[in-house]
Each structure stands twice: as structure tokens, then as C-alpha cells.
């Protein structure tokens, strides 16, 4: 088979596309054909040696993926060869999704969505699974509470914003002024410009804030929070942050995503109730992971994605 893979850490041009040799199923796996991979800025932080969870090269990348089942390894049930599947194999261990067959384990797959084609679904998980993770088992969110989505036309962002409106929340949401408008199609009820307005002037009564970014939001975010409310942060929270949040009763929770059969299902649900798309600004052959990751690095709206 092809995979892209890399020998040194570096800038996009270290990925190079070479022939591997295909793998097989173990027990409880299932061997898939990708159609569709999704990239993720931890893809990049891992290609670059920033984020060393795949230890030193060789390695290939790669976590989101959509395809169609190849072969069953030993005592799996529920899928058969031909099925269409979808998930976020092993993260944060290799899944090598970068290729044009990988190993999962059973439990990491889901049925993909009917209603998205493989580009979509492939762009899905990591980001969606973010996205569900943080505003449901870590934030609790619930009908009628009032949400602040940072980065809202990102890769997490845009699924968090339409997850959330899903779930009955009032949501609130930052972007540049070129994604705006694109933030308001996904129905986010106030939309804030980031570049133009200081948010913690504009919201208010924040019930939970997902932070994607890092750095001053997390402290910053604390002024719209009610007392008693979530900060969800996908980026580590310093100890000052955690002090002034403590002294109003505010929950701080640092995530990390982690594999999940059951926000797959939940995911694939909503976008067959039409009620969560992905947006993939483009999409790109395996042989160009290398262009497909400096597209990424530009921070485009939505998802990135390679079709082997």
C-alpha cells in the first residue's frame, strides 16, 4: 500500500509519500480502506517534533479517518466487510491514517454518517469528538444555558457551534471578519468579531466558554463566565487562571480527546438529522500531505482532509 510517512520532524516538505507494506488485522481489530483522512493542527504539532506523542521518526500520521472495512480481524461483530465506517483510531498512539489501508480497533469505529459522503465523515472525528467531549461529558451543557465558542470557524470550532445550538444552547461565538458570516450560517445566535470587539465587553452570563486557543482566553474568558460556570479548555491552564476561577466557583477543565463508539454514533446522528455538517475547505491526494498541511497552517475555515 501507500502511506505517507516522515524520518525526521520539520516543516510540511518532511512528509514524502512510499510504499509500505500492507497490514493485517489482530484480534478485536478491523482492517479499513481509507477513502478520506482528516488532518488536525496536532497532526502538524507532531510532524514539526512540537508535540512528541508518536516518539522519533519513522512514524506516519494521522488519526481521523472513513472507509470502507477491508477485513475482520478475530471475535469482532457488528461490522462486516463492505460496511462504511468512520472514527479516530488509538489516539493518542499511532493510527498511521495517513494511507490507503489502517488498523483500528473495533471499539473506535462507528457506522459513518448515511447523509455525509467519506470526505466529510473522514473529517469528522477528532474534531467532532472535541467538540462533543468538551461541551457534554466535560461541560455539562444543557437546553437553555448560554455558550462561548472561541475560534468558531475553525475545525473544532464550527462543529462545537452547531453541536451546541443541537443541544438547545444559546451560543455565542468569535471569528474574523472574512468567516462571519459563514459562523452566523451555522446558526450561532451572536457572533462576535475578534479583531474589531473585545468579547469580554460584548458577552455575558456565559454558562460554559470551549477554548481552543489558549494562551489570555483562558483568563480572559473568566469575566463572561457566571460564577458557577465551565471553562473547557483544549490547551493547558495556568495556575493563576485556576486560582481566579476557584474564587468564583468556576470549573476549569483541561481536555484532551480521547477515543469514542459512543460520541460517534451521537455524531453520526446529528449529521443524519441534518442538524451537524463539516465543512472541508479542501481536499487533498495523499501524495500532496505535504501541500495539505501548509493549506492548514492558514488557518482556513473548517477541515482539511486527504483522499488516498
Known amino acids: 500500500m501507500r502511506a505517507v510517512t516522515q524520518t525526521s520532524v520539520g516543516g510540511p516538505d518532511v512528509l514524502v509519500l512510499a510504499d509500505r507494506p500492507s497490514p493485517s488485522p489482530a484480534a ?6 481509507v477513502k478520506a483522512a482528516g488532518i488536525n493542527p496536532v497532526d502538524a504539532a507532531v510532524r514539526a517534533g512540537y508535540y512528541p506523542l508518536l516518539g522519533e521518526p519513522p512514524f506516519t500520521l494521522g488519526w481521523d479517518i472513513s472507509g470502507t472495512v477491508e477485513a475482520l480481524g478475530q471475535g469482532v461483530s457488528g461490522f462486516k466487510v463492505g460496511d462504511d465506517v468512520f472514527g ?11 494511507a490507503e489501508l489502517a488498523v483500528s480497533p473495533a471499539g473506535d469505529l462507528a457506522p459513518k454518517p448515511a447523509a455525509a459522503d467519506h470526505v466529510q465523515a473522514g473529517a469528522l472525528p477528532l474534531a467532532g469528538l472535541t467538540a462533543w467531549q468538551g461541551l457534554v461529558r466535560h461541560g455539562g451543557l444543557k437546553p437553555g444555558q448560554r ?3 472561541h475560534a468558531a470557524a475553525g475545525g473544532v470550532g464550527h462543529l462545537a457551534v452547531q453541536i451546541a445550538k443541537a443541544l438547545g444552547a444559546h451560543v455565542t461565538a468569535t471569528a474574523s471578519p472574512a468567516k462571519l458570516d459563514f459562523v452566523r450560517s451555522l446558526g450561532a445566535d451572536e457572533v462576535i468579531d475578534y479583531t ?3 468579547f469580554t465587553e460584548k458577552a455575558r452570563q456565559i454558562d460554559l466558554v470551549l477554548d481552543p486557543i489558549g494562551g489570555d482566553h483562558a483568563d480572559r474568558s473568566l469575566a463572561v463566565l457566571r460564577d458557577g460556570g465551565v471553562l473547557v479548555s483544549l490547551l493547558n491552564v495556568n495556575d493563576s487562571t485556576r486560582e481566579k476561577a476557584g474564587e468564583r466557583d468556576i470549573r476549569v477543565e483541561r481536555m484532551s480527546v480521547v477515543p469514542d463508539r459512543d460520541g460517534l454514533v451521537e455524531l453520526a ?4 438529522a441534518g ?21 492548514l497552517a492558514a488557518r482556513p475555515t473548517g477541515k482539511v482532509a486527504l483522499t488516498p
Request: no cysteine; glycine share 6%; charged share 25%.
Open 28 to 33: 478485536g481489530e478491523v482492517l479499513v480502506r
Open 88 to 98: 479516530m483510531p488509538r489516539f493518542p498512539g499511532q493510527a498511521a491514517a495517513y
Open 147 to 149: 455558550a462561548l465558542i
Open 196 to 198: 474589531k470587539d473585545d
Open 269 to 272: 446522528r446529528l449529521v443524519d
Open 275 to 295: 442538524k451537524l455538517r463539516v465543512h472541508v475547505a479542501k481536499a487533498f491526494p495523499l501524495e500532496q500531505a505535504g501541500e495539505a498541511h501548509a493549506f
